[in-house]
């Protein structure tokens, strides 16, 4: 068995306050030490205007080792889910637009010898297609969110779905490197979500073909 100390400093403590301090810091360590699975023989408190202290008697000098296993839901579809969803046309012409939106970045960001991860400013974004591709990618992202933490891989690709028109109409009307460096940026940053949207489901940049 063992004793342990603990001792706080602090601002006045009025003589009024100090015995409801001290059972306030017996309670609270009782209730850690529970959490624990640790119990004290007996706990001793002590108060002066400046100072708490508190000792635990008889705690166990050492603990049985604990192993937890915690199992989350999966963050990514499973190869037959994806195989399925890339049968489709939604599926097929989507994988072309994010291949597209990845290999633009992979190039910038080299040229440019820096990532563009991150939002993009609402403020920059003129045209209605990158308006409409950015309000989707938010739309679609916290929808395929809720699907994974269901673990319905049919809804995160149904959601994922969605971003096909936007997209292609993003690169139907809309220079992603025109000479506005602003721009420039802002629609570079726009592509990171395409990149980041999917990357909630699975990493389109492994699919073979």
């Known amino acids: 068995m063992t004793d342990f100390l603990l001792e706080l400093l602090s601002e006045e403590i009025p003589a009024r306050m100090q ?7 017996a309670r609270l360590l009782e209730a850690e030490l529970a959490k624990a699975g640790l119990r004290a023989e007996a706990i001793e408190t002590f ?18 080792a604990v192993r937890e296993e915690t199992k ?32 633009i970045l992979k190039i910038e960001e080299k040229k440019d010898k820096r990532d ?16 409409a591709l950015a ?5 679609v992202t916290k929808e395929a969110r809720k699907a994974l933490d269901k673990e319905d891989f049919e809804g995160a690709m149904s959601a994922l779905a969605k971003l096909r028109a936007p997209v292609d109409a993003f690169f139907d009307k809309v220079t992603v490197n025109t000479p506005d460096a602003a721009l420039r940026e802002n629609r570079l940053r726009l592509l990171s979500q395409i990149r980041a949207a999917t990357l909630e489901v699975a990493d389109f940049s492994k699919i073979e073909g």
């Open 47 to 64: 108060a002066t205007p400046r100072r708490l202290a508190l000792i635990a008697r008889g705690l166990p000098a050492e603990t049985a």
């Open 116 to 131: 563009y991860a991150g939002s993009p400013d609402a403020k920059l974004l003129k045209e209605p297609q990158e308006k």
């Open 19 to 25: 015995e409801k301090a001290r059972a306030d810091l």
């Open 72 to 103: 989350g839901p999966r963050t990514s579809a499973p190869p037959q889910a994806l195989d399925g969803f890339l049968r489709t046309d939604d599926g097929a012409n989507l994988l072309t637009g994010v291949r597209r939106a990845q290999n």
């Open 135 to 139: 309000k989707a990618i938010g739309e």
